[in-house]
């Protein structure tokens, strides 16, 4: 089976499909025969940064999600068997690879009405997506700030934030990202600037403050996130794609702010919870209520691209690498 892999830190074309034996799936694995596997920001920063560990060959992809068909189950697996679809979320292992071999506890079975395409993004970015909304407990009332609006999780943060009621003020790259979130009847996104864009922010809801930060970018916008917050109320914080090294305690202490941090990973170990997320998704996908909005697929020889594309800024929703 051929699989992406890296040996060390590098740029995206570092990334080479190579021959690999199958494996054997343990006790309470299953392994997957892939048809797509998502790819997210987070698989290029491990990529680039070196973030991961060597497997027994040799090798490392980084990788979160993906989807396929059951070709094998361990003895003790008993909720699952071959020829399942499913799709699952990990993180450590073997995602870009035309097989996958993984722990039971770590899959979802899709159903029927559900593609191939969008079963491959649920676990992890649009499940962060959703997460976040929960915990966020927002209303129709609610006044919220979503940095890096039209990235993979952002895009869905604006249609779950959308169906709720609540006001969105959407933060984008480019004057195009800007014009497409009118597809999303997003009217007031602002394009980030260096330095505080608190003002632009505040300049859309009459002066006033948010009332909840949806944040994947960090450093760069901690003094607009500081200054445009309501007393009181909280930032949620996902990604740090500018850097993570400030730490605002006087600002939070002064403010009775809240911040909240989350992590898909942590949140799987709590498989009931996870799940009833992901069915959420589910529903509301089946129901028509969110757009699946996949920007390109790449095949496997192309998943460079999909790196670059990312790490450029200029993707718009999510990628794919067809792995069938
Ligand atoms: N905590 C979790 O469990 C979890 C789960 C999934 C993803 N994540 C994180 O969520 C973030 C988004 O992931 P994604 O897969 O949705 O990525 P994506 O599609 O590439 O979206 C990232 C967005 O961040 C914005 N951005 C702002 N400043 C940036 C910078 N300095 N460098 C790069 N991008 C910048 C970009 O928008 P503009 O160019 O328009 O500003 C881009 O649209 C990543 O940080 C990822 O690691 C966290």
């Known amino acids: 089976m051929k699989s992406i892999t890296v040996t060390e830190a590098g740029p995206a074309d570092s990334m080479k499909v190579v021959e690999l034996p199958s494996s054997s799936p343990k006790a309470h694995e299953v392994v997957i025969g892939q048809t797509y596997a998502g790819v997210n920001y987070g698989d290029a920063i491990r990529r680039k940064r070196g973030l991961f560990k060597l497997n027994e060959h040799g090798y490392f992809m980084p990788w979160f ?6 070709i094998s189950t361990g003895e003790a ?24 071999c993984i722990d039971e506890k770590l899959i979802y079975k899709v159903p029927d009405n559900i593609p191939d395409k969008v079963a491959a993004v649920m676990t992890c970015v649009w499940a962060t997506a959703g997460h976040l909304v929960s915990l966020s407990n927002i209303d129709k009332d609610s006044r919220v700030l ?34 497409f979130l009118k597809r999303y009847w997003v009217t007031d996104a602002i394009i980030r600037s260096d330095g505080d864009i608190s003002p632009q922010i505040k300049s859309v809801i009459g002066g006033e403050s948010v009332d909840v930060i949806f944040d994947c970018v ?17 930032i949620l914080y996902y990604g740090s794609t500018s850097g993570h090294s400030t730490f605002p305690g006087m600002q939070i202490l002064m403010n009775s702010l809240k911040l ?57 929703g999510k990628l794919l690498i067809d792995l069938s």
């Open 65 to 70: 999600e993906g989807v396929g068909k059951i």
């Open 77 to 100: 697996v008993v909720d699952f068997q071959t020829g399942d679809r499913v799709s699952y979320l990990s993180e450590w292992g073997w995602g870009y690879s035309q097989e996958i």
């Open 146 to 179: 979503i940095h890096g609006a039209t990235g993979g999780v952002g895009l869905m943060l604006v249609q779950l934030c959308n169906l709720i009621g609540a006001k969105v003020i959407a933060v984008v790259g480019t004057e195009e990202k800007k014009e």
């Open 218 to 234: 960090w450093q760069a916008v901690l003094d607009t996130n500081l200054n445009c917050i309501r007393k009181g109320w909280t």
């Open 260 to 316: 909240q941090g989350f992590n898909i990973f942590n949140a799987i170990h709590d498989a009931p919870n996870w799940k009833a997320e992901l069915q959420k998704l589910l529903t509301l996908i089946s129901d028509n209520k969110l757009e699946i909005y996949i920007n390109e697929i790449f095949t496997m020889q192309e998943a460079h691209k999909a790196h670059e594309l990312l790490e450029e800024r200029n993707s718009i």
